[in-house]
DNA sequence: GCAAATATGATAGTAATACTATTATTTTTG
DNA sequence: CAAAAATAATAGTATTACTATCATATTTGC
């Protein structure tokens, strides 16, 4: 997989940025620093001034690549969604049956993101905190009606509604198939952000992962035995 | 309900205020209409300077009161998830079949605020709207863990607490009882946003509840029959 | 009823943020 | 090698998120 994505491009919305970044060594220093440097401290003292610092460029550089840093956030999930939904298409394509395919569906969609792939520029591991700690700040915005209109939630909602369709796969008679698909990719990051600050909240931890309580909630719930 | 909390204060952490807003004719003008305002332009436009505007008092007064506006909208918060819990408690304390009890918490959960209450100059409604929108925002911050030893978030995992014991009264042999706590707390915040900005990731809508969704949902993975 | 205490208001000031604009310099490319 | 494109440097603006100080209004305790 590393190898195949290596040569493969994770297409995300060209309104997002103003110069693709993957065009120019600049530009993937941008990326790049950015994701350690929000993952470092938190997206919102994360500046395009730090940034600039951080890879010895200037800030009005880093402004003809992205509008501001809203854009950019918007970026980096779109890019670690349309990372996610290239694996988990990977992963199951190939797997005719339903049970066995939603449940390595949960297993992509949950596992932690352990290693950076070092296929490119892009620390997935560091990505991945990010999403679990920022992602909801991209959407909950007085904005958000005008961006989804433009088509920037466009690779999360078909992720969401990959992970529906495998729901009514295993189970075409389940009636909240687009919720219960909505509430296991979002719940999975609310369980990873609660093992680390929460645990009293969560019944997960080093030895129950998030994969266990969400394949028990979902087969449950669809009425199916989970030893397929 | 509302003649009894009119005359119950929600105890929030003091910390989170500098001089405690319901002793003070502007104290309940600064929470009121903060309410409102961040309902009207989401938290990120909402400064303490526009709130004296409107409140016709000044930027300073209002720093007496609240130490910054993530206090507030911690304290705002607090505020709705102590609501919510005298809410949980009163609705749910005499009933003593464990499976109804459960299915009126997440009822009382998961019903739209439709109304202000009008008992305080506290506009539940709005706060309810402020609570999907925002109330992440309130702990994905890099402070989350000294805030939570503070204890700032107390009501909300006392809140959660219960309802985990309300699932495990009804199905004490189940494993996953703080994980699907925690998920029915924040799923239903997040499927109402969904409703409204995200409909194609929902299977709820002006006909189907998030109630309907949780309860099949809890009863199914709880392996109880709804028809309680 | 008045002085002291307290609460509120007004004004000013600071450092940082989130940009925009302009110009200079470097790098690329035809 | 010249022209074009990319990047860097500098400066400037409005707003934010405060702090500090002083003035004025209101409350209260005697």
Same mark, same amino acid.
């Given at each position: 997989?590393?190898?195949?994505?290596?040569?493969?491009?994770?297409? $995300?919305?060209?309104?997002?940025?103003?110069?693709?970044?993957?065009?120019?060594?600049?530009?993937?220093?941008?990326?790049?620093?950015?994701?350690?440097?929000?993952?470092?401290?938190?997206?919102?003292?994360?500046?395009?001034?730090?940034?600039?610092?951080?890879?010895?460029?200037?800030?009005?550089?880093?402004?003809?690549?992205?509008?501001?840093?809203?854009?950019?956030?918007?970026?980096?999930?779109?890019?670690?969604?349309?990372?996610?939904?290239?694996?988990?298409?990977? #992963?199951?394509?190939?797997?005719?049956?339903?049970?066995?395919?939603?449940?390595?569906?949960?297993?992509?969609?949950?596992?932690?993101?352990?290693?950076?792939?070092?296929?490119?520029?892009?620390?997935?591991? #560091?990505?991945?905190?990010?999403?679990?700690?920022?992602?909801?700040?991209?959407?909950?915005?007085?904005?958000?009606?005008?961006?989804?209109?433009?088509?920037?939630?466009?690779?999360?909602?078909?992720?969401?509604?990959?992970?529906?369709?495998?729901?009514?796969?295993?189970?075409?008679?389940?009636?909240?198939?687009?919720?219960?698909?909505?509430?296991? $990719?979002?719940?999975?990051?609310?369980?990873?952000?609660?093992?680390?600050?929460?645990?009293?909240?969560?019944?997960?931890?080093?030895?129950? #992962?998030?994969?266990?309580?969400?394949?028990?909630?979902?087969?449950?719930?669809?009425?199916?035995?989970?030893? #397929?």
């Amino acid at each position: 997989m590393q190898n195949l994505l290596k040569n493969l491009k994770v297409v $995300v919305h060209d309104k997002l940025y103003l110069k693709d970044p993957e065009t120019s060594d600049l530009g993937k220093r941008i990326v790049g620093e950015s994701i350690t440097l929000i993952d470092d401290m938190g997206f919102e003292c994360f500046t395009f001034k730090k940034l600039g610092d951080r890879i010895g460029s200037n800030e009005s550089s880093i402004y003809r690549y992205f509008e501001n840093k809203h854009k950019l956030l918007l970026y980096l999930t779109s890019w670690y969604w349309g990372w996610m939904e290239y694996r988990l298409v990977f #992963a199951t394509n190939n797997i005719s049956d339903s049970k066995e395919k939603l449940k390595k569906a949960i297993d992509i969609l949950s596992e932690e993101v352990k290693e950076d792939s070092t296929y490119s520029h892009i620390d997935e591991k #560091a990505l991945n905190a990010i999403v679990i700690n920022e992602y909801s700040k991209s959407y909950l915005t007085k904005e958000v009606d005008k961006e989804n209109k433009e088509g920037f939630f466009a690779i999360y909602k078909r992720l969401v509604g990959r992970v529906k369709d495998m729901i009514l796969e295993a189970q075409p008679d389940y009636g909240f198939a687009a919720s219960l698909a909505s509430t296991t $990719v979002e719940g999975v990051l609310h369980q990873h952000f609660l093992i680390q600050h929460f645990p009293s909240l969560t019944s997960c931890s080093k030895t129950v #992962a998030p994969k266990d309580f969400f394949t028990d909630l979902l087969f449950s719930s669809l009425n199916l035995e989970t030893d #397929a």
